[in-house]
T-cell receptor, first 110, second 112 residues
Framework: DAKTTQPPSMDCAEGRAANLPCNHSTISGNEYVYWYRQIHSQGPQYIIHGLKNNETNEMASLIITEDRKSSTLILPHATLRDTAVYYCIVKSGSQGNLIFGKGTKLSVKP | NAGVTQTPKFQVLKTGQSMTLQCAQDMNHNSMYWYRQDPGMGLRLIYYSASEGTTDKGEVPNGYNVSRLNKREFSLRLESAAPSQTSVYFC???????????FGSGTRLTVV
């Protein structure tokens, strides 16, 4: 069973920030939060991951709450090409299985 | 830099036929994975190889075998294809088990 809960769908206006929430209330101390996205019919794409500190890269920012029970993926300036299903995954660094849930379908609209 | 390359991209098999899906990566990654994706089911791990010379079962290994031929290549074999194996198969690789995965573009397999 997936260890995360995400809203099934969200809309965002082009050029605005997209904030995608994820709940992971049963996360263990050695488990990381990973974010991937899948654009229709393509392979999933790694976005970012973190343990407890906030992380930022060229694609997105990851904000993890202090109690680590939830996180938010932020796409600062969403474009139409960011329309995809976004997956939040919790996994330990030594575990080989990324378990994909149903994710959030983000639709970026003009 | 091609990343993760999967061949073939499309395949139709008859029930009972065998075939091997090929996967190669050029990023010098240690770990490689095979997933399948069915409509409404999300991605499920079939097998993975944490490092060259090792393989381990994932969630849905039945009906499949794998070979980590060398550090670059990780193949998935269907010995006797069944209609239930109709799916999109994705190969992925990562520098280590804990690092981000790079996925290939997938093989769309239909078993009739």
């Amino acid at each position: 069973d997936a260890k995360t809960t995400q809203p099934p769908s969200m809309d965002c206006a082009e050029g605005r920030a997209a904030n995608l929430p994820c709940n992971h209330s049963t996360i263990s101390g050695n488990e990381y939060v990973y974010w991937y996205r899948q654009i229709h019919s393509q392979g999933p794409q790694y976005i970012i991951h973190g343990l407890k500190n906030n992380e930022t890269n060229e694609m997105a920012s990851l904000i993890i709450t202090e109690d680590r029970k939830s996180s938010t993926l932020i796409l600062p300036h969403a474009t139409l090409r960011d329309t995809a299903v976004y997956y939040c995954i919790v996994k330990s660094g030594s575990q080989g299985n990324l378990i994909f849930g149903k994710g959030t379908k983000l639709s970026v609209k003009p | 830099n091609a990343g993760v390359t999967q061949t073939p991209k499309f395949q139709v098999l008859k029930t009972g036929q065998s075939m091997t899906l090929q996967c190669a990566q050029d990023m010098n990654h240690n770990s490689m994975y095979w997933y399948r994706q069915d409509p409404g089911m999300g991605l499920r791990l079939i097998y993975y190889s944490a490092s060259e010379g090792t393989t381990d079962k994932g969630e849905v290994p039945n009906g499949y075998n794998v070979s980590r031929l060398n550090k670059r290549e990780f193949s998935l074999r269907l010995e006797s294809a069944a209609p239930s194996q109709t799916s999109v198969y994705f190969c992925a690789s990562s520098e280590s088990i804990g690092a981000g995965y790079t996925f290939g573009s997938g093989t769309r397999l239909t078993v009739v």
